[in-house]
């Protein structure tokens, strides 16, 4: 398989420093948000063990974004059903480095959760030791629940709203749904920026894709016009991005 499940049983080694590692040894706090899907199948390979202080987000290929159960999930199952404790580290896992508990994010979007979560940080975090924060952003990914009604569907007097519905006129269902969820991450991103701008120190914001849209999602379907291609595939659509 291309990428780990939750019935996987491999990770990326542990003779591997990972970045936060090597950050935490020259001073810097480290937080980790959002999708992991390096390995979990030991904790020795969970965020909180490999150089992050915490962590929100899932362990998982994918997960729905309010519902928070994990693709494949039927494979852990005991006596036909998951058990709480299990359920709360596949769907949805804060972590400092040996507590795990996920049920009070259930039936939150996830999108509005790690952009509250980095916010946070930001405006709470007042030791004077440089930050590193990674923020994995559960859009935009094909998984159930991706339209974000409370941010999208209601006018909430943003002055791109009238925009935004002029084009989703023009848009298939699963485009539209698309352009809603991303119009999450944006807004979070800015509301993460606000929140840069107003901490006295200098610092860097990448925004960064780790590959092109896909095109043929069964929830939400991206574009790589005019290249061919797409997630998965190695024509320009899938390895090349903003």
Known sequence: ERELTSYANFSVPLGHV????????VGYQTHMIGKWNIGHCNMAYMP??????????????????????????????????????????L????????????????????????????????????SDAPLFMWIAHHGMHDNTGVLDVETCILPTGDDDDTTLFDI???LEPTRFKFACGLRAVDRGIGTIREA?????????????????????????????????????LEFEGGVKVP
């Open 48 to 89: 909180y063990r490999r150089g992050f202080d915490t962590f929100l987000g899932y362990v998982t290929d994918g997960i729905g974004y309010t519902t928070h159960e994990p693709d494949n999930q039927a494979t852990f199952t005991i006596e036909g059903a998951l058990t709480s404790n299990l359920r709360d580290f």
């Open 196 to 232: 840069l701008d107003n901490r006295p120190r200098d610092y860097v914001l990448a925004v960064i894709s780790d590959n092109g849209g896909y095109a043929c999602g069964a929830h939400c379907a991206g574009s790589n016009y005019p290249r061919r291609g797409q997630k998965f």
């Open 18 to 25: 990972l970045l936060p590692e090597n950050m935490k040894r």
């Open 91 to 126: 769907e949805f896992n804060r972590g400092d480095r040996d507590a795990i508990n996920g049920s009070k994010y259930h039936t939150q979007y996830t999108t509005s959760v790690f952009n509250a979560r980095a916010e946070a940080i930001l405006r709470g975090e007042s």
């Open 168 to 170: 989703a006129k023009t």
